[in-house]
């Protein structure tokens, strides 16, 4: 679900930048209607100094030409999958342009007059944001999946809801305009993020998925081809702190690590209870991060790097490994049984599988489509979309 979490909080970013335009506008009490004519005349001055610095309308321009972007696709998605194509408009993609500036903190044209060569970088992360935000959209296509009535329905209260929150109609156009967002730009988002939950639930969440394995099927799955395992780690920084060590080289940090870790399975190996005693070892540890994990690891292959993913599958269940050398450094893994643990947590792990197998689906799918180009977007540079 976590697609539909990223798509949700982008829409909740527009929204505010919708709203927070409402207390914007400057006002002007009685009092301040019965300024005296000094006060006029220096506003005039005021005027006729900024008048040339004022800020350019939002909008696309090239060679500080203006372009008309009523009908301009910026870009268009296809796929071997599709029927047909996703057309992204102009204001769309500036939104998503304008988002993520502000989210990395690069609205300062300085930035870009200092690092003009990273301005090709930023495009493509603005590009593959702009894509997987369009996966309801390609879905929907793939599948015939479609908005129903009561989807609808949602989407005209949220706008009704949006409109109320402003003191008057009017004030909330006034507050579109100076965000420089349409109100078709916002219905538009709010429908795509309708879309998405259907798609999610017709495909993989609703109560009788498209996709989605039955309970049985999903059940074997995770029997045959996860493990769930307790771990100590001492990685290779573990000493780094300790004053004994403040002067040593990387090599020798690493064969002090690798010499704890050694001492720590004889230990284990030692102990007439090893799977108490390495779930006591790694949540009094730092360096293994099972003090999230009261339950250990539960994974399957392509989750944990090479080294640790190939040691965990080959131990039988409550076998002990020796050390496990990884980027991460020394491992010492005992794997546990998972048929009981799948029918206790049966509710939570099946949520996990869902959204796991939802998210690698949708990779998938966007790995396989194709974006093409306006020509305008080839010219653009840090200074063409306001």
């Not at 910026?74 to 998503?96: A, C, H, K, N, Q």
Request: hydrophobic fraction near 35%.
């Amino acid at each position: 679900m976590n697609r539909i979490l990223k798509l949700l909080a982008f829409i909740m970013a527009l929204v505010i930048a919708v709203s927070c335009f409402a207390s914007c506008g400057e006002t002007t009490t009685d009092g301040d209607n019965s300024s005296d004519s000094s006060t006029t005349d220096s506003t005039d001055d005021t005027e006729e100094e900024n008048s040339d610095s004022e800020t350019l309308a939002a909008g696309l321009y090239i060679d500080g030409e203006a372009i008309d972007t009523e009908n301009l696709v910026m870009l268009t998605i296809t796929s071997d999958e599709m029927s047909g194509s996703i057309e992204v408009p102009f204001d769309e993609y500036r939104y998503m342009y304008m988002y993520l500036l502000s989210y990395y903190g690069l609205t300062d044209d300085s930035y870009w007059e200092d690092n003009d060569e990273l301005f090709e970088t930023f495009l493509t992360i603005v590009d593959y944001y702009v894509e997987d935000n369009q996966w309801g959209a390609i879905l929907a296509d793939m599948y015939g999946i479609e908005l129903t009535d009561e989807d609808y329905e949602n989407i005209d209260l949220i706008m009704e809801e949006e409109v109320a929150s402003f003191d008057s109609e009017e004030e909330f156009y006034e507050a579109l305009e100076a965000s420089g967002i349409t109100y078709d730009l916002l219905e538009r988002v709010v429908t795509q993020s309708m879309l998405c939950e259907r798609v999610y639930l017709e495909l993989y969440g609703g109560d009788d998925p498209l996709l989605l394995e039955s309970d049985e099927e999903i059940k074997e799955n995770l029997q045959e081809n996860y493990v769930r395992v307790y771990h100590a780690l001492v990685t290779y920084d573990h000493f780094e702190d300790d004053d004994d060590y403040a002067d040593a080289t990387d090599e020798e940090l690493e064969a002090a690590a690798l010499a704890y870790a050694e001492e720590i399975l004889a230990e284990l190996q030692a102990s007439d209870d090893v799977e108490t005693a390495v779930y006591e070892y790694a949540q009094d540890a730092d360096d293994s991060g099972m003090v999230d994990n009261e339950a250990g690891y539960m994974f399957t292959y392509g989750d944990m790097v090479e080294e640790f993913e190939d040691a965990a599958f080959a131990l039988e269940v409550g076998e002990l490994s020796g050390i496990v050398e990884s980027t991460y450094g020394y491992h010492i893994i005992y794997r546990l049984e998972t048929d009981n643990y799948i029918e206790e947590n049966w509710d939570d792990l099946l949520s996990d599988y869902i959204s796991l197998v939802f998210n690698d689906y949708v990779d998938e799918v966007l790995e396989n489509c194709t974006m093409t180009y306006s020509e305008y977007h080839d010219m653009l540079s840090y200074d063409c979309i306001q």
